[in-house]
Antibody
């Protein structure tokens, strides 16, 4: 079964760091762009960024709101993507979702995880 | 950034009746490859989003054929031919042509 599972969400103080993981199964992340979205409480969806699989250069892209604070990486040998979040702000409080899309032929974000909750509060 | 605007924001529908949601983008989503990089997602209550339509008009795997997407350039429509109880939730359009990917505000569909 093709799926992704997020983990690592927690309550953290402003200014601290947290790392989220996205473990893929049923496919290899090297052939996809592993993507992070987030949803603040009661709000809509926001794109955070993605990392292209090693088959496509392995380069990341970020939303302006997180660039310089968040880092997306991947261990394609184990099909795990990471979202390293530094200098967290209260406005980063959200459910974080991991998804994938294919750079070979775009067919949407076709697999979503259940999400992991990050709460930034003192 | 490309701004996505959906309407209506609230959509009460009688089961069995059709429903339609429009999405307008501030820039054309038509790529040089001939595809419109516009997706539709549904977030059912308490669940993660799920893909309904990609590239403007292609139904994702497992999506019932009562869902259809159309449009090109800057104007797109999601249609449900006959709404069922399981279709309740928030519908989002998203453009994937340019970074940052951006969403519409969401359309909340519920049953009358």
């Amino acid at each position: 079964e093709v799926q992704v599972v997020e983990s690592g969400g927690n309550l953290v103080q402003p200014g601290r760091s947290l790392r989220l993981s996205c473990t893929a199964s049923g496919f290899t992340s090297a052939g996809y762009a592993m993507t992070w979205f987030r949803q603040a409480p009661g709000k809509g969806l926001e794109w955070v960024g993605f990392i292209r699989g090693t088959s496509y250069g392995g380069t990341p892209e970020y939303a302006a709101s997180v660039r310089g604070r968040f880092t997306i990486s991947s261990d394609d040998s184990n099909s795990i993507a990471y979202l390293q979040m530094d200098s967290l702000k209260t406005e980063d409080t959200a459910v974080y979702y991991c998804t994938r899309w294919s750079p070979y032929f775009y067919n949407g974000m076709d697999v979503w995880g259940q999400g992991t909750t990050v709460t930034v509060s003192s | 950034d490309i701004v996505m605007t959906q309407s209506p924001l609230s959509l009460p529908v009688t089961p069995g009746e059709p429903a339609s949601i429009t999405c307008r983008s501030s820039q054309s989503l038509l790529n040089s490859n001939g595809y419109n990089y516009l997706d539709w997602y549904l977030q059912k209550p308490g669940q993660s989003p799920q893909l309904l339509i990609y590239l403007g008009s292609n139904r994702a795997s497992g999506v019932p054929d009562r869902f259809s997407g159309s449009g090109s350039g800057t104007d797109f429509t999601l249609k449900i031919s006959r709404v069922e109880a399981e279709d309740v939730g928030i519908y989002y359009c998203m453009q994937a042509l340019k970074i940052p990917y951006t969403f519409g505000q969401g359309t909340k569909l519920d049953l009358k």
